[in-house]
């Protein structure tokens, strides 16, 4: 019961006091996850880029900052209600100057256009997704050819989680993954492990190829 719970304020976090537990947790434990991707994924000033599960929002307020260049465009979609009220008012300046746009809804629906984006990154988050390859095909899709997506976990914590519950239904395997994106069409797809604030941090890496 207390499992299941927990594995729901995961996937989906809900207004509440354990929406706000999750909230928290992710505030407190995934900093460095999310600011992690967003330097691997080296954005440029006028780069238009995409965060998948943004949860809270940490992860957009420092890509956010490297959009300098008027061109330079980011996208939010979670499909949690709580996650996207939260990470709009954390965002509350950027989204009024235009330069940021959130969206509430799921990955296998992204709405933007073909071939929009030159980063895309996420982090904890695949694991939730209903179908990784409609999911990864929908990515796949808004992605412009070359351009990188990276996604962040604690391989460690996660394999963690798996052992006491709360993911264990989850496609959760980096693997799995990333042969679903070979499969799609995604390029150079690879996991390296990082150090960031003295932590390891597993980083998968993939191009698209619409060659
Ligand atoms: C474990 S939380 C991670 C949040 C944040 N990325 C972090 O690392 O702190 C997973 C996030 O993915 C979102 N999410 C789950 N399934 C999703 C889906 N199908 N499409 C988009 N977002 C989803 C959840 O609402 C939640 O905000």
């Known amino acids: ?51 998948l599960g943004f949860g809270p929002g940490l992860g957009l307020q420092e890509a956010a900052r490297r959009l300098t260049h008027p061109a330079g465009k980011l996208y939010g979609l979670d499909i949690s209600e709580y996650m996207y009220n939260t990470a709009s008012e954390r965002l509350k300046a950027e989204i009024q ?8 809804g799921s990955v296998e629906h992204i709405p933007l256009g073909d071939s929009t984006l030159d980063r895309v990154y996420h982090c904890n988050c695949y694991y939730f997704w209903p179908d990784l390859r409609a999911g990864s095909r929908e990515i796949h899709r808004v992605m412009k050819p ?64 619409k060659a």
């Not at 299941?4 to 207004?15: H, R, V």
């Not at 407190?28 to 440029?44: F, S, T, W």
């Not at 100057?97 to 509430?104: I, N, W």
Request: net charge negative; with cysteine.
């Open 1 to 51: 019961m207390m499992t299941s719970c927990i594995a729901q304020q995961l996937e989906k976090p809900t207004a509440g006091l354990l929406g706000w537990l999750a909230k928290k947790f992710f505030e407190r434990y995934n900093r460095v996850l999310e600011e992690g991707a967003v330097k691997l994924c080296d954005i440029q000033p006028d780069n238009v880029v995409l965060e």
């Open 97 to 104: 100057a235009g330069k940021v746009t959130l969206f509430l």
């Open 146 to 209: 070359g351009a990188l997506m990276v996604t962040t976990l604690h391989l460690e914590g996660l394999q963690r989680a798996v052992a006491a519950g709360p993911l264990k239904d989850t496609k959760w395997q980096p693997e799995l993954y990333m042969e679903t994106l070979r499969e799609i069409g995604f390029v150079n797809v690879y996991m390296e492990e990082q150090q960031m604030n003295g932590k390891p941090v597993h980083a998968i890496f993939a191009t698209a190829n």
